[in-house]
């Protein structure tokens, strides 16, 4: 099966400074890697995803990178909020059922 | 929370009781999915279903049963609780948006202990 791998497990940042989480996935066959913010007592929200044909996605001030040679992915927040302060999670998929999730990052934007 | 409703929102029950969670949707989705969530492990998937009456096992099966009677409900069944199950539990629905990949929206969670 799958297994995706996630840095940091905690990270922290000033207000206005950008943050990165970085995963790694292991099965070749994925191809759709999808991001999360999970806020405390709620149910993960997706908040941006890419597929295995696109390189880099963005919107607004969240992007994502994609290195299929590698196997990594990236999630980087520009100019972070308060707001921003989560749980993130990154996952990948092969197919329609197979959603592998890392273990998490927590982001504390520090105001 | 993409109109999904989970039932009950908290439970507490004994070890060796049955607990059945429940997952409603307005979307209309043919995909869903029921998740757990542990410290240290993400989530992790437990069933899911396909179509009415069409399930699968996911990574973490053992000990759990589902039913998909209707399109807008999933069922998760605890059959003999036990304290290992303790977890936070969502539901998830899918739908396509292009080639084979399903983008998956989850519900708020059902927060079940088991003493």
């Known amino acids: 099966g799958e297994n995706v791998e996630q840095h940091p497990s905690t990270l922290s940042v000033q207000e206005g400074d950008s943050a990165v989480i970085k995963c790694t996935y292991s099965d070749s066959a994925s191809n759709y890697f999808p991001w999360y913010k999970q806020e405390l007592g709620k149910g993960p929200q997706l908040i941006i995803d890419i597929r295995s044909n696109v390189g880099e996605k963005k919107d607004q001030r969240i992007a994502v990178t994609l290195n299929k040679t590698a196997k990594h992915f990236s999630l980087h927040i520009t100019e972070t909020q308060p707001e921003d302060s989560a749980v993130y999670f990154c996952?990948?998929?092969?197919?329609?059922?197979?959603?592998?999730f890392g273990t998490g990052t927590r982001l504390t934007v520090i105001p | 929370d993409a109109g999904i409703t989970q039932s009950p929102r908290h439970k507490v029950t004994e070890t060796g009781t049955p607990v059945t969670l429940r997952c409603h949707q307005t979307?209309?989705?043919?995909?869903m999915y029921w998740y757990r969530q542990d410290p240290g492990h993400g989530l992790r998937l437990i069933h899911y279903s396909y179509g009415v009456k069409d399930t699968d096992k996911g990574e973490v099966s053992d000990g759990y049963s589902v039913s998909r009677s209707k399109t807008e409900d999933f069922l998760l069944t605890l059959e003999s609780a036990t304290s290992s199950q303790t977890s936070v539990y969502f539901c998830a629905i899918g739908g396509t948006s292009g080639g084979n990949n399903y983008e998956q929206y989850f519900g708020p969670g059902t927060r079940l202990t088991v003493t």
């Open positions: 996952a990948a998929q092969r197919g329609a059922n197979n959603l592998f």
């Open positions: 979307e209309n989705h043919r995909y």
